[in-house]
Nanobody, 124 residues
Framework: QVQLVESGGGLVQAGGSLRLSCAASGLTVRSYAMGWFRQAPGKEREFVAAVRRSVGITYYADSVKGRFTISRDNAKNTVYLQMNSLKPEDTAVYYC?????????????????WGQGTQVTVSS
């Protein structure tokens, strides 16, 4: 059974940093495209970042480019999202997801598995 468990969310002031973790079981993160998405109240779920399977090429939404970094630790079977220079508009529930196909990394419906989410709140 596949499980993706996010952790590391919390309350931080604007300009601060957080690192989110996504621990996977039942699948190997290196064999899946792994993505981070977020959803703020009243808004649709939006793409944040992704890393392709195997070669590990990374992609970012324009809104987080230069501030967030996605990485993958194959030995720990865990994916991370380092978030720096946080802004109040980054406030959302952040979700980790896994996509076996990896064709459209920014499309939530293409992902096969999802975590339960972790809340990130950035105060001004």
């Amino acid at each position: 059974q596949v499980q993706l468990v996010e952790s590391g969310g919390g309350l931080v002031q604007a300009g601060g940093s957080l690192r989110l973790s996504c621990a996977a079981s039942g699948l190997t993160v290196r064999s899946y495209a792994m993505g981070w998405f977020r959803q703020a109240p009243g808004k649709e779920r939006e793409f944040v970042a992704a890393v392709r399977r195997s070669v590990g090429i990374t992609y970012y939404a324009d809104s987080v480019k230069g501030r967030f970094t996605i990485s993958r630790d194959n030995a720990k079977n865990t994916v991370y999202l380092q978030m720096n220079s946080l802004k109040p508009e980054d406030t959302a529930v952040y979700y980790c997801a896994a996509d076996q196909g990896g064709l459209r990394l920014g499309v939530p419906s293409d992902y096969d598995y999802w975590g339960q989410g972790t809340q990130v709140t950035v105060s001004s």
